[in-house]
């Protein structure tokens, strides 16, 4: 993201377009929607905050942070990183067996004489080369419209004295045509107000704040009605006032926050549509009848928007679509990435797949239970094999339950597995991060094994 904010802030100090035309500056803006917010009085601001925050007070951590997402839709979109280095496989193939992005993912990590290297199922041919000789056509350029849409979806509050401020010249030059994009792709409303700019985002599940409880988002939403006011917020806790000095809102964006946005109904089309912009995978068995109808019969049409408006490419499987950023940047959570628990869960998932990845390709399902003492023993094993050559966390290396409960978190959030009452799921995308397809499965051998012997 930083590569993204970075080319922002350079299309705004020249002033160019990136699009071929030198003119686009001085072109006036066309202007989204006017903040909701400025024609509210004093009286209707403190009834909505005091009705906003009883609700937080009283709703469940899940509630609070469903309401949380529908009410300010600040999250960002989270998408899978690394990209295969194989050719796409012939559609209809599940996950399970297509290319592997393996080479991404741990190898760094692996101590001398890893045990899992093993033989292989023949490669998928290479892709076609693009050429690299002096008469090679350059690549079409990233135009500054892509820019700030990216922008935008990752950062949906953009504010002048904000982290992102850089991006907010960028954002009224194409205010206009943003707008109309978002609207028809997503159903998402973009509004701008003096001195910042927001995206309107639909609820999702798991999206709130991070880092705030029910009484937490309560807070909040107080000291939001403070800032509205013109108030300096009276003693904010820490993860409020964090999250306060990150946005840097404005008096009028604080006053459109206690509003949640009118959004258009979401039929089936926009449903998915959402679902491929804003979370990592989007799997054919999760979805509603009409929805899994639509995806399957619209999906490489959707996935060439994507391609088209953010720069997303896209993975069709037997059981679902995944959009994911060459560059690795579009996307609030990054796996592969680096710290403790990004490389133990990618480790998890890389080792459980190895175990219980379907054979045949023909009935293989979009989800395997994983029998519990399996996560136990192979998060044993990953920890003797990299927890003090890789310098990892001494908390979690001493509490393998918390250990356990963040990378299951991690890879749920990222959609890889998928809790089961007491037991857990893999997915089928979480292949997508282990070796090959093997011809034969080999047993374990690591001394935490003897756990999986036994299931």
């Known amino acids: 993201m930083e590569r993204l904010e970075a080319a922002a802030g350079a299309l705004a100090a020249t002033g160019g377009t990136g699009i071929g035309r030198a003119g686009g500056a001085k072109r006036p803006a066309a202007p989204a929607q006017p903040y909701p917010g400025s024609a509210r009085n004093g009286t209707e601001l403190a009834d909505s905050a005091r009705q906003l925050a009883e609700r937080f007070a009283a709703a469940t951590p899940a509630g609070a942070e469903l309401l949380a997402s529908a009410t300010f839709g600040a999250h960002g979109a989270r998408h899978l990183g690394g990209a295969p280095q194989q050719a796409e496989p012939a559609p209809g193939t599940s996950w399970w067996h297509g290319p592997s992005v393996h080479h991404a993912t741990s190898p760094l990590f692996r101590p001398l004489g890893y045990r899992r290297i093993r033989r292989e199922a023949p490669a998928l041919p290479d892709p076609r080369p693009t050429g690299g000789g002096r008469h090679r056509k350059p690549e079409r350029p990233t135009t500054e419209l892509r820019i700030a849409a990216r922008l935008l979806l990752a950062h949906p509050l953009v504010t002048a004295d ?90 009028e964006l604080a006053a459109d926050l206690l509003t949640a946005p009118e959004l258009p109904p979401a039929g089936p089309e926009l449903t998915v549509r959402r679902l491929l912009a804003e ?33 997303l490419t896209a993975e069709i499987r037997a059981e679902g679509i995944a959009l994911f950023d060459p560059a690795d940047e579009l996307t609030d959570l990054a796996l592969p990435g680096t710290g403790t628990l990004a490389q133990a869960a990618l480790l998890l998932a890389e080792r459980l797949v190895e175990d219980l990845r379907p054979v045949d390709a023909e009935t293989a ?61 893999l997915r089928a995308p979480a292949a997508r991060y282990a070796p090959r397809a093997e011809l034969q499965p080999a047993a374990g051998s690591g001394r935490h094994s003897r756990d999986r012997q036994a299931v």
């Open 162 to 251: 904000g982290p992102h401020g850089a991006a907010l010249p960028l954002i009224r030059r194409h205010a206009g045509t943003l707008a109309e994009r978002f609207h028809t792709l997503l159903g998402y409303r973009l509004t701008l107000g003096p001195a910042h700019a927001r995206l309107h985002k639909a609820a999702l599940p798991g999206r709130g704040l991070p880092g705030l409880d029910p009484a937490g988002h309560a807070e909040l939403v107080h000291a939001l009605a403070a800032i509205a006011r013109g108030e300096q917020p009276i003693a904010p806790s820490g993860a409020v006032r964090a999250l306060l000095d990150q946005w840097r809102l404005p008096a």
């Open 279 to 311: 979370t990592p995978v989007v799997l054919l068995d999760d979805l509603a009848p009409a929805e899994r109808a639509h995806l399957r019969e619209a999906g490489p049409a959707e996935t060439e928007r994507f391609a088209d408006i953010l720069g």
């Open 365 to 425: 399902p979009p989800a395997v239970l994983i029998p519990d003492a399996l996560i136990d023993g192979t998060l044993g094993d990953i920890t003797d094999d990299y927890g003090m050559s890789a310098g990892w966390d001494a908390g979690y290396l001493a509490d393998l339950a918390a250990f356990r409960r963040d990378a299951l978190d991690l890879l749920h959030r990222m959609g890889l597995a998928a809790p089961a009452g007491r037991n857990w799921l």
